[in-house]
């Protein structure tokens, strides 16, 4: 509870920590927070997030760097996330790099890279194996080799 100058007592606020940008709204700049963030509308700068949902009439201009991101509108800009979910409306014209999760559902329209960043993740057995194996390249592929004999008739 807060108190006011004159003794009374306002409502405490409850937020639910999610920031909503509405259709009709258009935001200039960059966007940080703690919390999470719902677009529905435009935004022309960076976001910096824990967790953002971009509906089917939501478009980001700028890059997105967030723990988990949902994409269901269009992004013109680098994505960078832990958890990174596509939709099938979804339009991305940038790079993504995640580092446990990308799901992408059939219908996505994406240009751009996409890269598994592990970030101090250690390799493990299979990820040593599979390494080994392009290392190893031709190197050690057996060569076919085709010979013609010719009998020449006596």
Known sequence: MFKTLRGFEEKKLNHS???????????EGDLRSAGSLDVAGLVN????????????????????ESTNVEINGH?????SADIVIIGKNAVIKG?????????????????GYIKRTNNGKKNTEEDIAIEEIVERGDATKPKVVHAVQRKEAV
């Open 17 to 27: 920590g999610r920031s909503h940008v509405g259709e009709t709204m258009q935001i």
């Open 45 to 64: 700068g960076s976001i910096f997030v824990s967790d953002i949902i971009i509906t089917e009439s939501g478009s980001v201009r700028g890059s997105i």
């Open 95 to 111: 790079d993504i790099f995640f580092k446990n999760t990308l799901k992408t559902e059939e219908g996505a329209d994406i240009d």
């Open 75 to 79: 992004v013109e800009g680098k994505i």
